[in-house]
């Protein structure tokens, strides 16, 4: 099960790990948001998915820049990386200074791509199902469900959650896996390591140790009994 998770979560991870806000956002694409509704927004992830990773496997195989590239372009501009970011500190974001948000930002998202990007190349076309939206669209608070197959034909429940921003984009923030908020699983996670160590230590640590340091923290979240 958590081998299934764990590809499920690859596939998922755009709204809360592909992106920095250091990453460049295209005007095109920013305009397509805005005009989609979040189930379109959420198709329109699964239809390039389907065209620039599942049809792109072999060369994207041995060139994990590259590949990092096309997973930005595919979800970046559907996500509030800002408002997610904010969420993953919780308390801490009252007390850090905007410079110290804007270097956890980044370190963190790139370090949570860095982990989880090679996990995109066991996509398959069709993979994906994005199930009809029902009821009705709340500002602050839309869940967009899909099914992800597993090459074994397990189904895996991945919700992604949305909101409308100031400027009137629909945009993911939080991805909910099997039930699992990753935005509350790292909030956990980064509220024990900066109790700990506190905020800076833990931002330098992300920018030198990148995906290994996520990897420690799950290994710690482990050890003291979640789930």
Do not use: C
């Not at 590809?7 to 805005?34: K, R």
């Not at 979800?75 to 009252?94: E, N, Q």
């Not at 398959?124 to 669209?137: A, C, N, R, T």
């Amino acid at each position: 099960m958590l081998r299934h998770l764990a590809i499920a979560t690859a596939i998922a991870l755009g709204s809360i790990v592909i992106a920095a806000p250091a990453f460049a956002q295209d005007a095109s694409s920013a305009q397509a948001s805005n005009a989609a509704t979040p189930e379109a927004v959420v198709q329109d992830i699964v239809n390039n998915l389907n065209t620039q990773i599942a049809d792109h496997k072999a060369e994207l195989q041995n060139n994990k820049q590259k590949l990092v590239g096309v997973i930005n372009q595919i979800f970046l501009p559907h996500f509030d990386t800002d408002w997610a970011s904010i969420l993953v500190l919780g308390m801490h974001a009252r007390e850090a200074t905007p410079e110290q948000r804007a270097r956890f930002a980044k370190a963190f998202y790139s370090s949570l791509t860095s982990r989880y990007a090679e996990g995109l190349l066991s996509y398959s076309k069709g993979s994906v199902k994005v199930l009809p939206f029902q009821g009705e669209l709340n500002d602050k608070y839309t869940v967009v469900k899909t099914q992800v197959e597993t090459d074994d034909k397990k189904q895996i429940a991945v919700n992604y959650v949305f909101h409308k921003t100031a400027d009137g984009q629909w945009k993911a923030y939080d991805v909910i896996i099997e039930g699992i908020s990753y935005i509350t699983n790292y909030r956990n996670q980064v509220d024990a390591q900066i109790k700990k160590e506190g905020l800076d230590k833990l931002i330098q640590d992300l920018e030198s140790g990148g995906d290994k340091v996520l990897q420690q923290m799950d290994k710690d979240n482990k050890g003291n009994g979640a789930k």
